[in-house]
């Protein structure tokens, strides 16, 4: 078998190749099935959101020396039977307690039956109210946040490669981790929470970031051939991609180890918390490297190709190849 190394000497030269535009029709579809099937997903599985968008009542208990879940829940049904409770771990010594939004009797109640199941001090329960207006910002701030990150996105983009189709292909890279992303968590059952958010906006700067070296590389490749050239702009671009092929993959293993080791060992460890942020990104990381490979670059040159003067100078590159004998896919 060969070594990591040497494939990557053959894929740069061109001795191995992975035809990711010469079959991108395949990845299109099934970039299409998967974006359908993510858009889909919340059909048949809701997507729920934190009560930092819809609003609600939650309630920190601290000091304890065993924070058994199930004891807040039982409480907090004590008083109201009907509740919607999300009980989660916060370290090794407290319980984060959320539910539905509640009144101030409920409140001071819920509080009361929550200490005497710790059997802990009422002051060692802490309570907050997050309001639905306040919920309704933050959805606000954070939609305007992904409209501005994506209109700058293609902004930049346009200016350093100094063609829209670049900027273009990038962006629907970008809604296509996205979309998939959060499809996936959501089919995962995880509340769309500030900190998944955060994960989301952090998983489309990784993504970007990789199609920006995919996209210099193309950028190198295709400025190099001129008008005279033994490859089509296709070949050109199908060559950058496996020329970045192994960085690509390096990239997204040492990306996603340490994103993983929290998402799989934190909850053993007391980090629950930090469960939302890392799925979020772990996930992503994996869409936006298979993304950048298998969308955003055979977009790229699906665009280019049908303009009529690359269309003129690939004919004349095939009809190089046919007076000098060689096959037409070569």
């Known amino acids: ?26 990845w299109f579809i ?31 208990v601290s000091s304890l020396s065993a924070p058994d879940q199930a004891l807040a829940g039982d409480a907090v049904q004590t008083v109201v039977p009907d509740a919607t409770v999300k009980v989660t771990t916060v370290g090794d010594s407290a319980v984060r307690v959320q539910t539905d939004q509640m009144t101030d009797t409920e409140t001071r109640e819920v509080a009361t039956a929550l200490a005497t199941a710790y ?13 639905p207006s306040w919920g309704q910002d933050v959805t606000r701030q954070s939609l305007w946040g992904l ?12 200016l350093y490669f100094r063609t829209w189709k670049m900027s273009a292909a990038a962006i629907l890279g970008l809604v296509d981790v996205l979309v998939i992303t959060i499809g996936i968590y959501s089919l995962a059952g995880f509340e769309i929470s500030p900190a998944a958010v955060i994960g989301f906006l952090t998983i489309l700067a990784y993504s970007l970031y990789d199609t920006t070296v995919v996209f210099d590389k ?47 060992i934190g909850p053993w460890l ?5 469960s939302d942020i890392s799925l979020s990104i772990f996930v992503g990381i994996i869409v936006a ?42």
Do not use: C, H, W
């Open 1 to 26: 078998m060969r070594s990591m190394s040497q494939l990557g000497n053959d894929l740069y030269t061109g001795k191995t190749s992975f035809p990711f535009v010469g079959r991108r029709r395949l």
């Open 30 to 60: 099934i970039a299409a099935l998967l974006v359908i099937g993510s858009a889909l997903v919340p059909l048949f599985r809701p997507i729920q959101f934190s009560i930092e968008f819809t609003g609600g009542s939650q309630f920190t």
């Open 119 to 131: 059997d802990v001090p009422e002051s060692e329960v802490t309570t907050s109210f997050i309001g």
């Open 147 to 158: 409209a501005i990150f994506l209109a700058l996105t293609f902004l930049i983009l346009a």
């Open 218 to 264: 193309i950028r190198e490749n295709t400025r190099e051939d001129g008008e005279i050239s033994g490859r089509t702009f296709g070949e050109s671009v199908n060559l950058a991609v496996n020329q970045t092929l192994v960085r690509s993959i390096n990239t997204t293993v040492v990306a996603i180890l340490p994103v993983g080791a929290i998402l799989f």
């Open 270 to 274: 007391g980090a629950e918390t930090l």
């Open 289 to 330: 490297a298979y993304s950048t490979l298998f969308v955003a670059a055979p977009l790229y040159s699906l665009f280019r190709e049908n303009e009529p003067g690359m269309k003129a100078r690939d004919e004349k590159v095939r009809e190089s190849r046919e007076r000098a004998g060689v096959p037409a896919d070569a």
